[in-house]
């Protein structure tokens, strides 16, 4: 399918900034401290899921600053939609997490369902611990279960659909530094 860039670029320019850039990287910073505090002596196994994982996992990584495996996953279930479908896994970790202190890290918890599936994974491949970190959290009653959150959480946002700092719009703007509420979602 051919992407229409003049869409794309009206899209940003239509959108409306929810979190700056230095409300985002203040964000990062106080995630990477309360981490610290909790991991810093368990010789963590740190996954980021990608693809959205991947600029919040890359800058809060250098906010830890102790001991750590870093790696990835790849597990998608909105594929340049909107809305989610089935979870699909296109990377399962590749070494061994027995007995391990896992932290999975990703750009959202919506509903929550790849989270799930991901620490379900974890525990079934027989991890000591698995402990989640988002850079954000939507509000709404549509949780995979009720009460689900994070461990960590950068900053929670209102119930639209949100694009930047990892999130994309189909298959656009990971790379925009803010986070943006496209227009009319
Ligand atoms: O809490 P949920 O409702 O399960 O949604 C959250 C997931 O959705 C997005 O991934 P997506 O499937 O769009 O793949 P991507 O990371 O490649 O964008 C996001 O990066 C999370 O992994
Ligand atoms: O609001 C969102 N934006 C981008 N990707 C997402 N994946 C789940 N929710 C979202």
């Known amino acids: 399918m051919s992407v229409d860039l003049d869409h794309i670029r009206q899209v940003m320019e239509e959108a409306d900034c929810l979190y700056n850039e230095q409300q985002i990287e203040d964000a990062i910073a106080t995630m990477g401290h309360s981490i610290t505090e909790k991991l810093a002596d368990s010789n963590p196994l740190v996954f980021c899921v990608m693809n959205g994982g991947l600029v919040i996992t890359g800058k809060l990584l250098t906010h830890m600053q102790f001991p750590l495996e870093a790696s ?53 491949e027989g991890a000591a611990s698995v402990l989640t970190a988002v850079l954000v959290d939507k509000k709404h009653d549509r949780k995979a279960r009720p009460g689900l959150k994070a461990d960590f959480t950068g900053l929670e946002i209102e119930d639209r659909y949100i694009f930047g700092y990892g999130l994309d719009y189909q298959g656009y703007w990971r790379n925009a530094n803010g986070i943006y509420a496209l227009k009319g979602h």
């Open 72 to 124: 990835y996953v790849h597990a998608t279930r909105y594929r340049d939609q909107l809305t989610g479908g089935r979870l699909e896994w296109k990377v399962r970790p590749s070494q061994s997490i027995k007995g391990r202190t896992v932290l999975i890290i990703d750009d959202i918890l919506d509903e929550g369902h790849t989270l799930d599936a991901i620490i379900d994974f974890c525990k079934e």
